[in-house]
């Protein structure tokens, strides 16, 4: 709503386009043709959590066309994080400090992810600093039935 009324966007066809640069999170959002799993490609813990997921998805036989992303979206949301930590380095003043608040997932097939963990050596291989990761509040997911960590994951460009 505020992306149209200070005038960001006009009409439905200025909002798909808008859409399409945002970071992958759920299967609803995924487009033909993304490709920031490219990003990652090369991440040996990012592919294992994705195989793990498509495996036990098989293993399921769950067939739906969402349930047949779930191993796409993971990628390619890590891939979107890695492209937005890289483009923003420009911007940033050597010492500059980030957070960013994050939460453990297993709703795809309940493979966990620990995405603080994984988002901070995404962003140490980008040459960021890890300051830290703080537990900011855990959470019930419905679909473990467990305790699921959200954190702050705190970290610094040297520049």
Known sequence: METVLLGFINNKAELRSLKRTL???NTRGVYKGDNDDLWISD???IQFISENIENRRIQLGKTSGFERLYHKVAKLYFGGMKR???DIRQYLKPGAHLGYVVGDQAS???VLI???KLLADIAESLGYEIVDIDLFRTRFAS???????EEVVLLRWPG
Do not use: F, K, V, W
């Open 23 to 25: 970071i992958r999170s």
């Open 84 to 86: 937005h930590l890289a």
């Open 43 to 45: 991440n040996a813990d």
């Open 114 to 116: 620990r995405t603080g």
């Open 143 to 149: 679909a473990t039935r467990e305790q699921m960590r």
């Open 108 to 110: 795809y097939l309940r």
